[in-house]
């Protein structure tokens, strides 16, 4: 931790008529002008954090940014923008004037149209947002957050309502807007965490259970959580005699790191199914010792055929190896 840095260490005790108490305990620092990703499933108390975060829920422990205590202190005297996962625009007000509305609040905001203008939407000024589609609200939520100078940026899954050219497109603009901003985003999209994150903070049940950068968490996962959450193979030991060392019970692989070729082979499957994925093909392959089958994926792009032997290789170093002891 640091004096610039965004420090939470909280836990919060949630309930809800018809379901059971759920607790969020976690703790994180958030360094000047990174982008750090909480990266996990629904339900995992993702959105709990970050609300939390911003003031709306109470809790124990403590919120710092620069070194002033937040805990305390209400939401919009934080200094924080949030944005919303269902944008949360006020309909009855224009585009411009929804961007304007901080500066009811705060003496130094940005002027409307020019925020609307870097975010590509300045023609939309005059209009009301249910006219707008997805991606025009959510950079106008955006612009809104923006215009009041926050200290910090907190982001609920932005994009999970967009379909997928207007995802890829936002995404790759949130990647200059956030450059530089102090930004805590949760999503539960491994490509959008892999994407924006300087940092990716892996959240189950309530709890932080790997943060690292990118690489780290996608790489060297901590568990067979972790792998299975960011798209790896996991698989036990006893299944591949190919990678048994005699101490593993499960073992992680990424499908992009699966070599199908004869020539180097570790072992043999047999391809149960292959699906297009966008440039490339993921290869389905059924996989045994003699004990259970169970199901290794790869990438390819010259894919076999269903019902095709292939020959499988396990790069070592790409493996990573789990025991449950």
Do not use: W
């Not at 959105?47 to 209400?74: C, M, N, Q, W």
């Not at 259970?209 to 790489?219: K, L």
């Amino acid at each position: 931790m640091t004096s610039d840095s965004l420090d939470v260490d909280v836990r919060a005790r949630f309930t809800a008529e018809g379901t059971e108490p759920f607790t969020v305990d976690a703790e994180l620092s958030v360094r000047e002008g990174e982008t750090l990703v909480v990266l996990g499933p629904s339900g995992s108390g993702k959105t709990l954090l970050l609300e939390t975060v911003a003031g709306f829920h109470a809790h124990e422990g403590h919120i710092s940014h620069r070194g002033r205590d937040l805990t305390g202190t209400p939401p919009e005297k934080r200094g924080f923008g949030f944005v919303f996962q269902d944008y949360a625009l006020f309909p009855h007000l224009t585009v411009r004037e929804n961007v304007a509305f901080g500066s009811r609040y705060h003496d130094d905001t940005t002027d409307p149209d020019e925020l609307l203008a870097e975010l590509g939407v300045s023609d939309l000024a005059d209009r009301t947002p249910k006219t707008l589609s997805g991606g025009e609200q959510q950079r106008v939520a955006l612009a809104r957050s923006l215009a009041i100078h926050p200290e910090a940026l907190l982001l609920d899954e932005p994009l999970s309502a967009l379909d997928v050219p207007t995802r890829q497109t936002l995404r790759a603009d949130l990647v200059d807007l956030l450059d530089g901003v102090t930004s805590l985003y949760v999503t539960h999209n491994r490509t959008t965490a892999r994407a924006l994150a300087d940092r990716i903070a892996v959240m189950h049940d309530g709890q932080l259970v790997q943060v690292g950068t990118p690489e780290e968490v996608f790489e060297s996962p901590v568990s067979p959580f972790v792998a299975r959450f960011t798209g790896a193979n996991v698989l036990s030991e006893s299944a591949l005699s190919a990678v048994g060392d005699g101490e593993a019970e499960m073992v992680a692989i990424r499908p992009e790191h699966v070599v199908l070729d004869p020539a180097t082979a570790d072992f043999e499957a047999a391809v149960e199914r292959v699906v297009r994925e966008d440039a490339t093909f993921r290869v389905s392959l059924s996989v045994g010792n003699g004990v259970g089958e169970t199901t290794l994926d790869a990438f390819s792009d010259d894919p076999p055929a269903v019902g095709d032997t292939v020959g499988v290789r396990l790069p070592s170093r790409r493996v990573t190896r789990f025991t449950t002891t």
